[in-house]
């Protein structure tokens, strides 16, 4: 079956640019989290949806950064006015909810490097 | 919040051989603790898991002991093979995930 993707795979921008990062989830997965890897470290959370309840947003670094998730399933994550520290791979993960401890299924991420 | 530990942050060893990574966690609410392989390129992906009501739990090569007293979780990988070598990340639940910092395991041939 199809596993969580993201688009694109890659974005190079110049500083000071807005992008858009995109999340599909596995279809039925009701928690999404996104998180962002700094060249050959952790997992650093961002932000979490589980259903129709108000996202855990204590990770996000700063206000250039929001994310939203519409119709319980596609989230798209937004870093405005980017910054050459925001150059990270950004991964999204589902899973099936939160209560029953299901695993997380990660996408390959999307790679942004800001110039 | 939760913290957890991950040892080694690098590990080499001959094709063939066992490997060994520990997680130390912190708080003993976290009740799930997820294992996960990243290849170069991709996603983590997951190994294998256990529950806070399980010791052990064992899948082929690969094995997860659990010690809630202590507070501490590990992978055991035995007969290694140059399949194996990538980034594992540890990973506790405590109302979300908390991960660890990583193990670049090398298998050498």
């Known amino acids: 079956g199809a596993g969580v993707s993201q688009s694109p795979s890659n974005k190079v921008t110049e500083k000071g640019k807005d992008v858009e990062l995109r999340c599909d989830p596995i279809?039925?997965?009701?928690?999404l989290y996104w998180y962002r890897q700094s060249l050959g470290q952790g997992l650093e959370f961002l932000i979490y949806?589980?259903?129709?309840?108000?996202?855990?947003k204590s990770g996000l670094p700063s206000d250039r950064f929001s994310a939203e998730r519409t119709g319980g399933s596609v989230s798209t994550l937004t870093i405005q006015r980017t910054q050459q520290e925001d150059s990270a791979v950004y991964l999204c993960?589902?899973?099936f909810g939160t209560g029953s401890n299901q695993p997380q299924h990660f996408g390959d991420g999307t790679r942004l490097s800001i110039l | 919040g939760e913290n957890v530990e991950q040892h080694p942050s690098t590990l080499s060893v001959q094709e063939g051989d066992s490997a060994v990574i520990k997680c130390t966690y912190s708080?003993?609410?976290?009740?799930?603790f997820p294992w996960y392989k990243q290849e170069l390129g991709k996603g983590p992906q997951l190994i294998i898991d256990?529950?806070?009501?399980?010791g052990e739990k064992k899948d082929q090569r690969i094995a997860v002991t659990l010690n809630k007293t202590a507070k501490h979780f590990s992978l055991h990988i035995t007969e290694t093979q140059p399949e194996d070598s990538a980034v594992y990340f540890c990973?506790?639940?405590?109302?979300?995930?908390?991960f660890g910092t990583g193990t670049s395991l090398t298998v050498i041939p």
């Open positions: 993960a589902s899973s």
């Open positions: 279809s039925g997965h009701t928690a």
């Open positions: 949806f589980q259903g129709n309840s108000a996202p855990d």
């Open positions: 708080d003993s609410a976290s009740n799930y």
């Open positions: 256990i529950r806070s009501n399980v």
């Open positions: 990973a506790a639940r405590l109302y979300q995930f908390y």
